[in-house]
């Protein structure tokens, strides 16, 4: 192995990764998985989890899935030690998992602001700290990867349907990783966050029906994010070839947030 390619191997490395049982959380588990992680997936629901370690198995990749709702401190510590009970260790967390909601702003009501921020911000923080608490401080070494949005960039197009909630979640995300950043580099642990633009997923089925191509058609790229687009920054910022670059929020986006 030439000394580059031992800066991306990941190999005897533990990456959690919430919301990893499809979408974007699934490809990160597979980038990562590919170059030697073993993946802990934590999501929601029991099926669609058996569904993705089965699809990573058949690509090679070692994974334990974990059934959780990371609403609560309870529930993402309980996360963490079921995690390190199966593993030992977590070398690397992708805060992926997170929600949405589409109304205009004088429709949210308490509970969906609720509801968005818990889980964005709040879970979050949450498995941050419990991971951080129970592998990464005490071995003075770790990466953390929040997934924000370029919604927490900038503000979305008059015509798509609003997400105030989301928006503010993910410009929270971005100031975290900043600051958590700054605070933890003594511990050796980078924190970066990808901030995606728009990739087909259940989430965003509802306004890319309605709006892809327009979507497509703004963006410098032409199109938008496809199944490996988010590999490469994922691999980048979890491994020793990004060992050198934290606080920093990298766009994954075609080049909209630009324009």
Do not use: C
């Not at 109304?103 to 509970?111: C, S, V």
């Not at 949450?126 to 953390?144: D, E, F, H, L, N």
């Not at 306004?207 to 994922?234: I, N, Q, Y």
């Amino acid at each position: 192995m030439t000394a580059l390619r031992r800066l991306f191997d990941l190999t005897g490395r533990v990456a959690l990764i919430t919301g990893g049982s499809r979408g974007l959380g699934l490809q990160i588990a597979e980038a990562l998985g590919e170059f030697g992680a073993v993946v802990v997936l934590a999501a929601r629901k029991q099926d669609e989890l058996d569904a993705a370690a089965t699809h990573l198995a058949a690509q090679g990749v070692d994974s334990t899935v974990v059934a959780a709702d990371l609403r609560t401190e309870p529930a993402a510590r309980t996360l963490v030690e079921r995690a390190m009970a199966a593993r030992g260790r977590i070398d690397i967390l992708v805060n992926n998992a997170g929600t949405s909601w589409g109304a205009p702003a004088e429709e949210h009501t308490p509970e969906i602001w609720r509801r968005v921020m818990d889980l964005n911000l709040d879970g979050l923080f949450y498995v941050t700290q419990a991971a951080a608490r129970a592998s990464m401080i005490p071995r003075k070494m770790g990466r953390i990867v929040n997934i924000a949005s370029i919604e927490g960039l900038k503000g979305h197009h008059h015509s798509a349907i609003g997400t105030i909630a989301y928006a503010t979640s993910k410009g929270g995300v971005v100031q975290f990783t900043r600051a958590l950043a700054a605070e933890w580099g003594k511990y050796g642990i980078t924190v970066n966050a990808l901030a995606p633009g728009w990739f087909p997923s259940r989430m965003t089925r509802a306004v890319l029906d309605r709006h892809g191509p327009e979507f497509a058609e703004r963006t410098p790229l032409g199109r938008l994010g496809g199944p490996d687009d988010l590999k490469g920054a994922a691999l980048l910022l979890a491994s020793d070839a990004g060992g050198h670059i934290t606080g920093q929020i990298l766009s994954v986006d075609g080049g909209a947030s630009v324009i």
